[in-house]
Structure formats: structure tokens, C-alpha cells
């Protein structure tokens, strides 16, 4: 399915014509009951008169102002049930598409100053599988393997979507059909990209972590009946069929990444509570990584409190925690040209075909790596990175015997150096650089030319800001390692033979 041809992340409000109320029975009987009763498939069309259809233009898009006018928005709903008074404001920005409705951002209501309360949330207005599941059995749900929190949440939505206006979250489902799966910031996950856009990442490992993170997707939808079976007391108020006959695989997908989008990972609570989806949270909050405020759960509410001051009518922004642009842009959409904690992965393994693959093996884990080990290379450390790279890769080139009894009867991570074997060890490491580089089908310059462009594809620019930032990574290693090799005494010497190098990837 095209992403512009996706118009909700939650199921419409759809309710079977012969479906009755079920009795209260045990939650085994309700099982076998449904089981009985399974009716034909009626998958949930993408498409919901509480979000605006794809194409429908600027008419459609006042339209659909005029009418949530009417209902009243998010923050008026939470007020009407316990939100106490706050100091944001919800306001709007175009979306990057015109025939989608503007998206709705946090915003200072009044000036803040550092540790200042922004809101709090009572416990009542924030979803959690405290709230889903209550006292059932949520660790041995979650202990099996098979479901996350994510998918559970997911499903829970799903089916109060088909209440439509008769669920008490209506509001809150009918925003994030509004943000559409991506915060404010910028575009949808990759999860949700065609397979012409997922090339925008091609050289990216974060393509790979995009293809497989789908695949865990689609098992937790083959999974998703266990919740219907063992939540049986929760899912009897709603008399639909089970949830792999009552939604498409497309659907629970579209749900998920909206989940993912927005749900907050709270700190010092209970494994029920730990994962919750806070209205006035993300989407509608900004992520950035250089920011220290988080939603925090205080007594009975989930609060923010800002790390920084602001003018009425400016954007408030949180933490989303230490994680590189390629989890930015798979979880909620965007990158972060600034973000400290952006990072390329190494890895590197000891030759198992070694004869003396066991004994290196013990020397790794003797100094804290592994027989598989993975080297973070974080921006602006690159020089760093390569020096953590080398004793491990000199380990891997000790062929002789005697040099590895040395190396097994010495403290630290010592091993003989000699000039043919530090240039052998450089070389396959910028080799290995060289190789990823190759990899990518645009350098660096055509990225920025390709940047200069107001007009590129919002998710092109996105991939395009990613990719640009790994090269830089990449081609800082290089150098640094390039300059290592130019250090050598002797470049005469050619690098030594390594029948069992280590394997690099």
C-alpha cells in the first residue's frame, strides 16, 4: 500500500450488523463462544470520516477544521475530565502534504522559565496496560516473547476506534489520526514507506533495520489473538471478531507505527505502567536530543517539567532519549542534524577457522570484548573509535604460537606489534571503510546538492539527511585511519599475510 494512500492509523468506526452483546462468562467460555461465532473477514477499510481522505484538497481540509471546531479539540476534552489548568496551548502548522489536515503542536501559553511545570496529566487521561489489561496477566503476556507493550496498546486503540464516538478516547484516537503516524517534526516512519522510498536509504544499515523491524511487526499481528484470549474479561465489550479476523495485517501496522510514534517510556514504575500514551505527549510534544526534560510520572499524573525558558507561543520540546538519528528516523520520523548521540555501528569478529580462535577468544573476554564485538563510532569521535578498534583487530592477526602465550601471560590488551602487522590491521580497516562508502549510490556532494533543494521530497530529504551524516562518520574513520598509516616508521614494509584476519561488518 502507497503511504499516500494511507488516510487513518486507526480502524474506522465499523460495527458488525449481526454482532450482539456478549453475556459476562469466563473468559475461557467468551473464547470458545467466539470461536463458534467467527463470522467472514471484514477487514477495516484504511479510509474513516474522522480523518481526511487522501486527495481531498484545501475545501476538504477547512472542512474537516470547521467540523473538529465543533467537537472541541484535545486539550478542551482532557479539561472536561481532570486535566487541571496547564500553561500550553495546542496550535497548528501546515502539513508537509496540502491535502492533509495541519498538524497540531504544544505550544507556552504563557513565559516559562527553566523547572517550571508545563502540565500534568492525571493517571485517568494516560493509556497504560495498567489501564488496558488491569490485574490480568501482563508479565506472562509480555514474558512470552511474542507481544511488546507497543502492539498491545496498539490493539486496544484499534478496537476503541471501532467504538468511534462512543469511546471515551474518540479525541485522543481522532488526533493521532491527525499526526498520521509521524511527529511534527517531519514525515512518517520508514515502516510505512513504498519500496521506491525505502530506496532513498540504500548504503543505510538503517534500510536492513527497517526490512526487520517490519518482520517483528508481522509476527506480533500473528500473535495478536493470544491478547484477545487471555484478556477475555476486557475484550467482551467489544463484539467484534478476533483481532486477525477483525483487522488487516496493513491496518495493525498502520496502528503500531502510531504507537510507536508517540508512546512515552516512564521511569520508576511498575511493568504495567512503564510504557503509557500521555495526551499532549509526543507527537504533539517536539523531540530533541540536546533537551533534558521528560514526561515524568509524579503521585497520580504524568507532568512535564521544562528544562529550558520560553516565550508564549513557542514550541516545547522534550528528551527523547540516547538515540542515534537511525532510531529518530525509524520511531518518529526525523533527524537530528545536532544529536551528540548519533552513532555508526562496527562489528567486528574473532576468525572462528583460527586455530587459536578459543585462546583469543578467552584473551577478548579477558579485557571486556567478545568473540562477536560491536564498536560504536559516535560523530565527532571517530579518531577515538579507531583506537578502541585496534588491540582487538591486533589480537586477531597473532599467528604465531609463542606471540600467543605472550599475549595469554600478559595483563592488558598487549599485543606484539610489528610494522607489517599494524599496516596490515590499518589497511583492512580502511578497506572496510572504503567498502561502506562504496556502498551508497550518492556522495557526499550530490547529499548537500540534493539538501539545497527547497523543493526535495520531504522523506528523500530525511534518507538524504541520514545518509550525509553516516558518510561524515565514515569518512572521518577513513581519514583517521589513513593518518595512522602515515604515522608508521617504515613504509617500505608491506602489510603482513592474515590467513584468519578478523571479519568485519
Same mark, same amino acid.
Given at each position: 500500500?502507497?503511504?499516500? $494512500?494511507?488516510?487513518?492509523?486507526?480502524?474506522?468506526?465499523?460495527?458488525?450488523?449481526?454482532?450482539?452483546?456478549?453475556?459476562?462468562?469466563?473468559?475461557?467460555?467468551?473464547?470458545?463462544?467466539? %470461536?463458534?461465532?467467527?463470522?467472514?473477514?471484514?477487514?477495516?477499510?484504511?479510509?474513516?470520516?474522522?480523518? %481526511?481522505?487522501? &486527495?481531498?484538497?484545501?475545501?476538504?481540509?477547512?472542512?474537516?477544521?470547521?467540523?473538529?471546531?465543533?467537537? &472541541?479539540?484535545?486539550?478542551?476534552?482532557?479539561?472536561?475530565?481532570?486535566?487541571?489548568?496547564?500553561?500550553?496551548?495546542?496550535?497548528? #502548522?501546515?502539513?508537509? +502534504?496540502?491535502?492533509?489536515?495541519?498538524?497540531?503542536?504544544?505550544?507556552?501559553?504563557?513565559?516559562?522559565?527553566?523547572?517550571?511545570?508545563?502540565?500534568?496529566?492525571? +493517571?485517568?487521561?494516560?493509556?497504560?496496560?495498567?489501564?488496558?489489561?488491569?490485574?490480568?496477566?501482563?508479565?506472562?503476556?509480555?514474558?512470552?516473547?511474542?507481544?511488546? /507493550?507497543?502492539?498491545?496498546?496498539?490493539?486496544?486503540?484499534?478496537? /476503541?476506534?471501532?467504538?468511534?464516538?462512543?469511546?471515551?478516547?474518540?479525541?485522543?484516537?481522532?488526533?493521532?489520526?491527525?499526526?498520521?503516524?509521524?511527529?511534527?517534526?517531519?514525515?512518517?516512519?520508514?515502516?510505512?514507506?513504498?519500496?521506491?522510498? !525505502?530506496?532513498?536509504?540504500?548504503?543505510?544499515?538503517?534500510?536492513?533495520?527497517?526490512?526487520?523491524?517490519? /518482520?517483528?511487526?508481522?509476527?506480533?499481528?500473528?500473535?495478536?489473538?493470544?491478547?484477545?484470549?487471555?484478556?477475555?474479561?476486557?475484550? $467482551?465489550?467489544?463484539?467484534?471478531?478476533?483481532?486477525?479476523?477483525?483487522?488487516? @495485517?496493513?491496518?495493525?501496522?498502520?496502528?503500531?507505527?502510531?504507537?510507536?510514534?508517540?508512546?512515552?517510556?516512564?521511569?520508576?514504575?511498575?511493568?504495567?505502567?512503564?510504557?503509557?500514551?500521555?495526551?499532549?505527549?509526543?507527537?504533539?510534544?517536539?523531540?530533541?536530543?540536546?533537551?533534558?526534560?521528560?514526561?515524568?510520572?509524579?503521585?497520580?499524573?504524568?507532568?512535564?517539567?521544562?528544562?529550558?525558558?520560553?516565550?508564549?507561543?513557542?514550541?516545547?520540546?522534550?528528551?527523547?532519549?540516547?538515540?542515534? +538519528?537511525?532510531? %529518530?528516523?525509524?520511531?518518529?520520523?526525523?533527524?537530528?542534524?545536532?544529536?551528540? @548521540?548519533?552513532?555508526?555501528?562496527?562489528?567486528?569478529?574473532?576468525?572462528?577457522?583460527?586455530?587459536?580462535?578459543?585462546? #583469543?577468544?578467552?584473551?577478548?573476554?579477558?579485557?571486556?570484548?567478545?568473540?562477536?564485538?560491536?564498536?560504536?563510532?559516535?560523530?565527532?569521535?571517530?579518531?577515538?573509535?579507531?583506537?578502541?578498534?585496534?588491540?582487538?583487530?591486533?589480537?586477531?592477526?597473532?599467528?604465531?604460537?609463542? /606471540?600467543?602465550?605472550?599475549?595469554?601471560?600478559?595483563? &592488558?590488551?598487549?599485543?606484539?606489534?610489528?610494522?607489517?602487522?599494524?599496516?596490515?590491521?590499518?589497511? $583492512?580497516?580502511?578497506?572496510?571503510?572504503?567498502?561502506?562508502?562504496? &556502498?551508497?549510490?550518492?556522495?557526499?556532494?550530490?547529499?548537500?546538492?540534493?539538501?539545497?533543494?527547497?523543493? !526535495?521530497?520531504?522523506?528523500?530529504?530525511?534518507?538524504?539527511?541520514?545518509?550525509?551524516?553516516?558518510?561524515?562518520?565514515?569518512?572521518?574513520?577513513?581519514?583517521?585511519?589513513?593518518?595512522?598509516?602515515?604515522? !608508521?616508521?617504515?613504509?617500505?614494509?608491506?602489510?603482513?599475510?592474515?590467513?584468519?584476519?578478523?571479519?568485519?561488518?
Amino acid at each position: 500500500m502507497e503511504v499516500s $494512500q494511507l488516510t487513518t492509523f486507526f480502524p474506522p468506526s465499523i460495527r458488525h450488523p449481526s454482532a450482539n452483546p456478549l453475556p459476562a462468562l469466563p473468559a475461557f467460555s467468551i473464547c470458545k463462544n467466539r %470461536l463458534r461465532s467467527l463470522r467472514r473477514k471484514s477487514y477495516c477499510s484504511a479510509s474513516s470520516r474522522d480523518t %481526511l481522505l487522501a &486527495g481531498g484538497g484545501e475545501a476538504a481540509v477547512v472542512s474537516a477544521g470547521k467540523k473538529e471546531e465543533e467537537q &472541541g479539540d484535545l486539550k478542551s476534552w482532557m479539561h472536561k475530565h481532570g486535566l487541571p489548568p496547564c500553561k500550553v496551548v495546542l496550535r497548528e #502548522k501546515p502539513s508537509h +502534504n496540502d491535502t492533509h489536515k495541519p498538524i497540531h503542536y504544544v505550544a507556552a501559553s504563557e513565559d516559562l522559565q527553566a523547572g517550571d511545570v508545563a502540565f500534568s496529566v492525571p +493517571n485517568s487521561l494516560v493509556v497504560t496496560l495498567e489501564r488496558v489489561l488491569g490485574n490480568e496477566t501482563i508479565a506472562e503476556l509480555l514474558t512470552t516473547n511474542k507481544l511488546s /507493550e507497543l502492539a498491545c496498546l496498539a490493539l486496544y486503540l484499534m478496537y /476503541e476506534k471501532k467504538q468511534g464516538k462512543k469511546s471515551f478516547w474518540y479525541p485522543y484516537i481522532r488526533e493521532l489520526d491527525r499526526q498520521r503516524g509521524r511527529g511534527q517534526l517531519a514525515v512518517e516512519s520508514p515502516l510505512l514507506w513504498s519500496d521506491s522510498e !525505502l530506496a532513498y536509504l540504500t548504503g543505510s544499515p538503517t534500510k536492513a533495520e527497517v526490512l526487520q523491524r517490519a /518482520e517483528g511487526i508481522k509476527r506480533e499481528y500473528n500473535e495478536l489473538d493470544t491478547v484477545w484470549f487471555m484478556a477475555g474479561s476486557l475484550f $467482551q465489550q467489544y463484539p467484534y471478531d478476533i483481532p486477525t479476523e477483525a483487522f488487516s @495485517y496493513e491496518i495493525f501496522k498502520q496502528a503500531f507505527v502510531a504507537v510507536q510514534s508517540c508512546v512515552v517510556h516512564l521511569q520508576k514504575v511498575s511493568l504495567a505502567r512503564r510504557f503509557a500514551l500521555v495526551p499532549l505527549g509526543p507527537p504533539l510534544l517536539a523531540y530533541r536530543s540536546n533537551c533534558k526534560a521528560m514526561l515524568t510520572a509524579v503521585g497520580d499524573a504524568v507532568e512535564l517539567v521544562v528544562d529550558r525558558p520560553y516565550k508564549a507561543g513557542d514550541p516545547i520540546v522534550v528528551w527523547c532519549g540516547p538515540q542515534p +538519528n537511525s532510531k %529518530l528516523l525509524l520511531n518518529y520520523g526525523f533527524i537530528d542534524e545536532d544529536n551528540s @548521540y548519533d552513532r555508526l555501528v562496527v562489528e567486528a569478529a574473532l576468525n572462528t577457522e583460527d586455530p587459536q580462535y578459543q585462546d #583469543k577468544r578467552m584473551v577478548a573476554q579477558r579485557n571486556g570484548k567478545l568473540s562477536i564485538q560491536v564498536f560504536h563510532v559516535y560523530a565527532g569521535k571517530e579518531r577515538e573509535a579507531v583506537l578502541d578498534m585496534l588491540p582487538y583487530m591486533r589480537l586477531g592477526y597473532v599467528s604465531d604460537p609463542s /606471540e600467543m602465550q605472550s599475549v595469554i601471560s600478559s595483563q &592488558g590488551p598487549v599485543c606484539p606489534v610489528s610494522s607489517c602487522m599494524e599496516r596490515a590491521v590499518l589497511e $583492512q580497516l580502511a578497506d572496510y571503510f572504503m567498502t561502506r562508502l562504496a &556502498g551508497y549510490p550518492t556522495t557526499l556532494a550530490e547529499d548537500e546538492s540534493m539538501l539545497a533543494d527547497d523543493n !526535495l521530497n520531504p522523506k528523500k530529504r530525511v534518507a538524504t539527511q541520514l545518509v550525509r551524516l553516516e558518510k561524515r562518520m565514515l569518512h572521518a574513520c577513513l581519514q583517521a585511519t589513513n593518518d595512522f598509516i602515515d604515522q !608508521l616508521p617504515d613504509h617500505s614494509v608491506s602489510p603482513c599475510p592474515a590467513p584468519h584476519a578478523p571479519l568485519l561488518k
